[in-house]
């Protein structure tokens, strides 16, 4: 059973598409050597910048015989579809079996392919691998025809049998013919050398100076950046994202620590960090005792005869024009709040579209204050501090930093506050009203920052709604069910007690009507006309037309409202089911009242869920489910409903009596415990009811002849049913 062994050797590859690249080379090779009928024993696929390796264990060396059986036209069709057949399936007439069918004798062909080499299989799969790879982007060069993600050099392609001897695969892919031989390190080992088996290979890459494994790479350069800074009292900053990255771009990772000159070192660490992220791919070195980054360690792809001096000096030099770039803007920033506060430099935003059915970032920053002010006392925050924060959490947007590296915006917005000279939560809600920005992000809890991050993240929501600009299928251009996942987790992270439903309302009221400014018209088509809302100084010569947005009555926002409530609604269950909670048990408590009440619908999923999962709960649901099936049959089957008026005095049996009795203990203590939202000791309390209710179907016939005695006894079901739905809609419940 030989070892197989490929590798595509090439120009550099973008570190960003090594790792999905080197898993579709395992993935389609695999999968055709399994079709055409080559089974193996395992499998492992790796990438360096300048190649593509897979090593396929334990493979036969042949594929098996493979025989099948074809059904063919019947025996009285034309000549010319008899021929096609034989053709296709390359038998003689006399070698087809006739069957009989229901509709008449059929011809049958019964057809053995032989087994094929291993070395034939895979030099033509190889090949048509090459030639499709799903590279995101790739290229030609000189004057062939094959695309690859960068000119592709050199194909090794060696089967190794179990006494060690390897084959070349014969096979030619655009001019380029596969042999046993590779290249090691760019610089410190270029030569050619051949190689027999995987174990070989690795091993003579190592020794070019070429480590195959992206793994290895990326331990090795954490550990030697981690014991560097170790030894000199600092701490690297920890990115993962980098590390991967910067593994991709090395072969042979050295690791060196440089000094990052005092000029910057007052600069904010995550602008440091950002920079060299961004223009150096430096990772960031801290000093734990003041949190200031002070050093930077640098991955080289060569070891330096020097140690390392001539490149640090060079990476110095370069770290120094970049820094002071970002000190510049740094510097500006600080010079404009200083003179124009926060606001001022926001006053740009109203030349910013944010979209044109939706207005400026300004109009969008009004909106966001208004909402803020709103939702403050519900978060405990002060209204005006919240409507402070929001009027200043986009300014950050109109500063040079934020312009270089958009993705400090927020932070930035911090810093820039704190030099304004705001505070009681504002600089930090400037920061956390973007938050969370994902589902491992970390949720605000301080008050103003919840505020202006709910108003931010509603309006973002209703707005796009009022404009009829939804997410569909996978595509979802404006980050909306982010957005909505946002508002849930800070509901849910903060115990948040409120409607959504009334800020949803609110959102796209103020979305679909805001005052326009001296210089702006908005055009809203109507039933065979457009009616023209102009603001007062606007003159034709200057008008600016806003858009043309969907006429919207009262219902239609009222539709919209609902609209977006059901897809915030299916946002959470999406959360809660990665949470563990059955769909099916959401559905249940989204029935209930008060379901844009976000916290107290999860406290009842939680408490139905971890209930239906103890005896009691099964005990709960099967007495629901067995009274509700009886009543509902006999509903159906008389067209009314049995909701009231159960008397005991009609009851005619013990069981009867106890179900009453206890049916009369549960309520009021089921009721309590609904009162004070102890779901659990709810459905504790209703699981009671099961042992009643089985004694009484063991003992009484519902459906007798009286017709008083069996709407009684219906209207004692009607009251075990009544009385489960008050904590769930136990009919979505499975089981």
């Known amino acids: 059973m030989p070892d197989l062994l490929i590798e595509l050797f090439s120009e550099e590859i973008p570190a960003r598409m090594q790792g999905r690249a080197a898993e ?21 696929s790796f990438a360096t910048p300048r190649r593509l390796a897979l090593t396929v264990h334990g493979l036969l060396a042949e594929s098996p015989v493979r025989r099948e059986e074809r059904k063919g036209p019947r025996v009285d069709a034309p000549e010319k579809a008899i021929e096609g057949f034989l053709r296709g399936a390359g038998v003689a007439r006399e070698d087809l079996q006739i069957r009989d069918e229901k509709k008449g004798q059929v011809y049958y062909a019964s057809i053995t392919r032989p087994g094929r080499p291993a070395a034939e299989i895979v030099a033509e799969e190889l090949e048509k691998i090459i030639r499709s790879f799903p590279w995101p982007k790739s290229m030609r060069w000189g004057t062939g025809s094959l695309r690859w993600v960068r000119p592709l050099h050199s194909i090794l392609c060696i089967l190794t049998d179990d006494a060690g001897e390897a084959q070349v695969v014969d096979m030619e892919v655009d001019g380029i013919r596969a042999g046993n031989t590779t290249r090691g390190h760019r610089f410190m080992a270029p030569d050619a050398f051949s190689v027999t088996s995987f174990e070989d290979y690795a ?15 990326t331990e090795a350069i954490w550990h030697d950046a981690s014991n560097q800074a170790f030894a000199g009292g600092y701490e690297v900053v920890e990115d993962r994202g980098l590390l991967s990255e910067v593994a991709g771009l090395v072969e042979w990772p050295v690791v060196l620590m440089g000094r990052i000159d005092d000029a910057f070192l007052d600069l904010p660490p995550e602008v440091l960090q950002t920079s060299m992220k961004e223009h150096q791919k430096f990772f960031s070195v801290r000093n734990p005792k003041t949190g200031r980054i002070e050093r930077f360690v640098t991955v080289a792809n060569i070891a330096p005869a020097d140690h390392g001096a001539t490149i640090l000096a060079g990476n110095q030099k370069v770290l120094a024009a970049r820094l002071s770039d970002a000190n510049f803007f740094w510097e500006n920033d600080l010079r404009t709040v200083r003179d124009k506060g926060l606001e001022g430099m926001g006053a740009g935003l109203e030349h910013v579209t944010f979209h044109s059915k939706l207005g400026t970032q300004a109009d969008r920053v009004a909106r966001i204050e208004a909402l803020a002010r709103e939702i403050a006392p519900l978060v405990d925050a002060k209204p005006d501090l919240a409507a402070e924060a929001a009027r200043v959490c986009k300014a950050d947007l109109q500063s040079e930093m934020v312009g270089e590296f958009p993705e400090l915006q927020g932070l930035m917005g911090r810093y820039y506050a704190e030099a304004a000279g705001h505070d009681d939560g504002v600089p930090e809600a400037c920061e956390e009203h973007y938050k969370p920005l994902g589902p491992s992000d970390a949720v605000p809890s301080a008050p103003v920052s919840v505020a202006v991050a ?62 326009l400014r001296d210089d702006e018209w908005l055009v809203e088509p109507g039933d065979g006309k457009a009616t023209i809302h102009a603001s007062p100084g606007a ?6 037309i806003l858009g043309y947005i969907p006429s919207l009555d009262g219902p239609s926002r009222d539709a919209i409202s609902a609209n977006l409530l059901t897809f915030l609604h299916d946002r959470l269950k999406v959360h809660l089911r990665d949470e563990g909670i059955r769909h099916d048990v959401i559905d249940a408590c989204l029935a209930m009242p008060g379901n844009d009440d976000l916290t107290l619908l999860v406290h009842r999923a939680t408490a139905l869920s971890d209930f239906l999962k103890t005896e009691d709960g099964e005990n709960l649901l099967q007495g629901f489910k067995r009274a509700n099936n009886i009543l509902t049959q006999a509903e159906e089957k008389d067209g009314v409903e049995y909701s009231f008026g159960a008397d005991v005095k009609f009851a005619e049996t013990d069981a009867e009596k106890a179900l009453f009795a206890a049916l009369d203990t549960a309520e009021p203590q089921i009721a309590a415990a609904l009162e004070q939202e102890d779901f659990a000791a709810a459905m504790r309390a209703m699981a009671g009811l099961r042992a ?21 006894r219906l209207n004692l079901l009607s ?11 136990l009919t979505r419940v499975e089981g």
């Open 454 to 515: 709910l108003a931010d993240k509603i309006d973002t929501l209703t707005g796009f709604w009022a404009i009829d600009e939804k997410p569909t299928g996978s595509k979802d251009p404006y980050a909306l069910r982010r957005a909505a996942l946002g508002v849930i987790r800070l509901v849910l992270g903060n115990e948040l007690r409120q409607s959504l439903s009334v800020h949803v309302k609110w959102g796209v009221e103020k979305n679909w009507r805001r005052e």
């Open 539 to 544: 003159t034709k010569a200057g008008k600016k």
């Open 203 to 217: 091993a003579k890459l190592k020794r070019a100076h070429v480590v195959l494994d992206a793994g290895e790479r």
């Open 719 to 729: 009251r075990i049913r009544t009385v489960c739905l008050q904590a769930a809609d």
């Open 692 to 712: 009643p209710t089985d004694a009484f179907f063991d003992a009484v016939q519902v459906n007798v002849d009286s017709p008083v005695i069996r709407r009684n």
């Open 24 to 44: 579709d080379l395992r993935a389609r090779m695999t999968d055709a050597l399994g079709e055409a009928g080559l089974t193996y024993a395992g499998a492992a």
